[in-house]
């Protein structure tokens, strides 16, 4: 079942059929809109969950690592060739 987030697929024309290069770009741009706003997120999880804001923050760094990590990692995805 293709995931809605991701356009649903290739059939739909969503990020699914993107080049890597292109998945990798708005991965990259996704951490760098999180990272902007990490004092905003960090706050919202102090107030939802009662952490300290300094555990929030790492939190949400750690996290955004993943996005960084994979937008590095999008373009050695193989393309398949018709």
């Keep these: 079942?293709?995931?809605?987030?991701?356009?649903?697929?290739?059939?739909?024309?969503?990020?699914?059929?993107?080049?890597?290069?292109?998945?990798?770009?708005?991965?990259?741009?996704?951490?760098?809109?999180?990272?902007?706003r990490t004092d905003e997120l960090a706050m919202l999880m102090s107030l939802e969950m009662g952490k300290s804001l300094v555990e929030a923050r790492g939190e949400v760094a750690y996290a955004n690592d993943f996005l960084r990590w994979f937008s590095e990692e999008a373009v050695r995805i193989p393309v398949a060739t018709r």
């Design 1 to 36: 079942m293709p995931s809605p987030r991701w356009g649903g697929g290739r059939r739909a024309g969503g990020v699914g059929c993107a080049p890597p290069r292109e998945r990798g770009e708005i991965l990259r741009r996704a951490f760098e809109l999180i990272a902007a």
